[in-house]
């Protein structure tokens, strides 16, 4: 067979395609955006970005109720939002196999929090696979479909950033496409989860818990790897190998299938090995269960519960080593919005009215960093929209000229339409800004229902945001350009003096698009005669700009610059120039507050 370099995401989507799913769903999210990005590629399999996670999981769970095998894919916080469905589809079970996989952030790399989600596979009392490399990643998620088939459960596969990210050597195999069944016959006492249907169903899943621990004592996915049996090790996921390289001699059972464990082989590998230390990121979820059973065990006790681990995390841990290894310190680039980035001048002008701002997930969460400084509060997606409600409502409404919210285009149809009509139902006053840069651009600028396209790259309806607004019951909607920042600072002044709820879509490309369509770019000088060395052009927080601290000048890094204008703006002596002519703005004290 064939071999591939794969990353442990376009292994998961190989396996997916390989076991003959015919739906698949998501919405972006890192970790786990291109799993979907790489299974849309096989024209056998449709794929679709959903609006958000839980119609996500709906669009899955309807493939598996009709027969065919179903896969959705997301980031551990997208869980949170598609909780609902999840739940019940343990008790109804399915028709054709399920799996849903979960990309936790230990570390959190890109995430609000660091939850650990195989505590929602027993939470929902289904099984949980634990892949530690990309091939296992492949061949886990094919099993898992005949797990989800052969016990009439959802599955779930759980990745975590290092194995999404990383990539491996995989064995590629054919497809196998799933033998025709007629559509399903009605089954109400199954898939209608009425109460009076419920209760036996209730009563179906404990017993398939029981069957499955069968199955997790026998599947060779958990096995020991025998060694010196002074030291043993109890490992899942990417911590297996990472225990493999600091202790390649020491005993270890991998444990591919955590839920539920293999409590009598886990048992017996304890009362053969001296001392046994659990290595698990994040939560003790394996240790609390062996635990929970009489068997004494080292864990979190040794193993940090927070954090990504690493080897030298491990050997620091269990040895008390204060410097594993010698490495060069990295210099730390903190994030920043991109060259020419649409939302920089909406931070600008909300820093210089002085207005406090509710944010939301995305690229815009980086107006929070000096020297825009620009945000105040920031929870979940959607959240920047609903939070505002709530905050106004507080102060009886009082506050309405000085607390703003936000949200992305991708954002506002995740979750951002039911949290305006909340404002618009129970009489808000909020002024809400839409930062529509025609993508969901921090995950890799992925369609959405405002871009017109499909993730299989097809034309479709392109949902019109401000009609949205307009018909959910706003009144007041402008739709506007930001990079005029002297338009904006006005209509902003007359969105928050207004005694109705405002929505300000500030529209406008993503950087990365032009880049890709091959756009040109012009970019500024600085006249070093001219600069006075006050610094307002770097409040612009632009990666293109840099400031010479022995000649006390603004500098401008043509390979980075897009030519925005943005910083020329801010400048008070027109010090800027673009193709050799001066770039002079009149109106700059209408927007530095002058």
Request: aromatic share 8%; with cysteine; glycine share 8%.
């Amino acid at each position: 067979m064939p071999k591939k370099l794969l990353s442990g995401n376009e292994a998961i989507a190989r396996g997916a395609y390989e076991a003959g799913v015919k739906v698949a769903a998501a919405y972006p999210g890192t970790p786990s955006t291109e799993i979907l990005e790489t299974i849309a590629k096989y024209n056998e399999v449709y794929a679709e970005w959903a609006p958000n996670e839980k119609v996500a999981v709906e669009v899955a769970i309807g493939s598996a109720f009709a027969g065919k095998r179903s896969l959705c894919a997301m980031k551990h916080v997208g869980l949170n939002v598609a909780a609902d469905p999840f739940f019940t589809l343990s008790y109804t079970g399915i028709e054709g196999g399920f799996v849903l996989v979960s990309a936790d952030d230990p570390g959190m790399h890109s995430s609000q929090n660091e939850q650990d989600n195989r505590n929602y596979a027993r939470f929902a009392k289904i099984p949980l696979f634990e892949p530690s490399d990309s091939q296992e990643a492949k061949d886990f998620t094919k099993l898992a479909y005949q797990v989800s088939e052969n016990f009439d459960t959802p599955v779930m596969v759980r990745s975590t950033t290092r194995l999404s990210h990383s990539k491996g050597l995989v064995e590629l195999e054919d497809r196998t496409e799933q033998e025709a069944k007629e559509f399903p016959k009605r089954q109400e006492k199954k898939y209608i989860t009425i109460p009076a249907h419920a209760r036996p169903l209730r009563v179906k899943v404990e017993r398939r818990l029981g069957k499955l621990k069968e199955y997790s004592e026998k599947t060779d996915i958990n096995r020991v790897e025998w060694g010196d049996k002074d030291l043993g090790f109890i490992v899942s996921g990417i911590s297996y190998n990472y225990v493999k390289e600091c202790y390649p001699y020491a005993s270890v059972l991998k444990l591919g299938f955590t839920n539920p464990l293999p409590i009598d082989r886990i048992r017996e590998f304890v009362k053969k090995v001296e001392k046994v230390i659990v290595v698990e990121e994040n939560d003790p979820f394996i240790e609390n269960e062996i635990k929970a059973n009489g068997i004494m065990v080292d864990g979190k006790n040794i193993i940090p519960n927070m954090g990504e681990l690493n080897t030298d995390v491990i050997k620091k841990s269990i040895e008390g080593i204060k410097e594993v290894s010698k490495k060069e310190a990295v210099p730390v680039r903190p994030p920043a919005l991109c060259p020419g980035c649409p939302h920089r001048g909406v931070f600008i002008v909300l820093r210089e009215l002085g207005l406090r701002v509710v944010g939301d997930i995305g690229c815009y969460t980086l107006g929070v960093l000096p020297p825009l400084s620009a945000l105040d509060w920031q929870v979940c997606m959607g959240g920047g929209i609903s939070l505002v409600q709530g905050i106004a409502k507080a102060w009886d409404d009082k506050i309405s000229d000085k607390v703003v919210g936000m949200v992305g285009d991708s954002t506002f149809f995740h979750s951002g339409i039911t949290g305006l009509i909340d404002i618009v139902y129970n009489k808000g006053l909020s002024t809400l800004f839409i930062l529509d840069n025609s993508t969901t651009a921090m995950t890799g600028t992925q369609e959405n229902p405002g871009t017109g396209r499909t993730l299989k790259g097809e034309s479709t309806k392109q949902l019109s945001i401000k009609k949205i607004c307009e018909a959910v019951g706003v009144e007041e909607v402008y739709e506007i350009d930001p990079y005029y920042l002297d338009n904006l600072k006005e209509i902003v002044k007359n969105a928050i003096s207004s005694p109705r709820p405002t929505v300000i879509i500030c529209k406008n490309s993503c950087m990365l698009l032009k880049f890709r369509a091959g756009e040109k770019f012009t970019p500024l000088k600085v006249n070093s005669e001219k600069c006075i060395g006050c610094k307002a052009c770097i409040s612009v927080a632009c990666p293109a700009i840099t400031y010479d601290k022995k000649n006390k000048k603004a500098f401008i890094v043509k390979e980075l610059c897009v030519g925005c204008e943005m910083c020329a703006k801010m400048c008070p002596v027109a010090a800027f120039e673009k193709d050799g002519k001066s770039l002079t703005y009149p109106n700059i004290h209408k927007i530095r507050g002058k």
